[in-house]
């Protein structure tokens, strides 16, 4: 069962753009997740462990994770998408000590969101 409400996503040709919305109150290691079809899921985005925005090499550049805290929703924007960024993604959040999870810019993110599926084609 989903712990994280998200929203956004959808289909997008070669060099355009898409947000992702999650509700979240916390400020730290809380971030986006994405996971292809037989590969373990990949951090791409967070606010990592000191608060700081960090982003996986692959997204450098094009991706945007930001937070409004007046409304406790965490975006993550989307440009120059290509088709190597088709995934499911996941808003994410560390929360308790449970184990297993993914680990990514000093946090293990262990609560999800329900998935949106982001498809970009060519």
């Known amino acids: 069962q989903s712990q994280l409400v998200q929203s956004g996503g959808g289909s997008v040709q070669a060099g355009g753009s898409l947000r992702l919305s999650c509700a979240v109150s916390?400020?730290?290691?809380i971030g986006w997740v994405r996971q292809t079809p037989g590969k373990d899921r990949e951090g791409v985005a967070a606010?990592?462990?000191?608060?700081?925005?960090r982003y996986a090499d692959s997204v450098k550049g094009r991706f945007t994770v930001t937070k409004d805290n007046a409304n406790n929703t965490l975006y993550l924007q989307m440009n120059s998408l290509n088709p190597e960024d088709t995934a499911t993604y996941y808003c994410?959040?560390?929360?308790?000590?449970?184990?297993?999870?993914?680990?990514?810019?000093?946090?293990?993110?262990?609560?999800w969101g329900q998935g949106t599926r982001v498809t970009v084609s060519s």
């Open positions: 994410a959040a560390e929360r308790g000590n449970s184990p297993g999870g993914t680990l990514f810019q000093g946090c293990r993110f262990n609560t």
């Open positions: 916390q400020n730290n290691c």
């Open positions: 606010f990592g462990f000191d608060f700081r925005p």
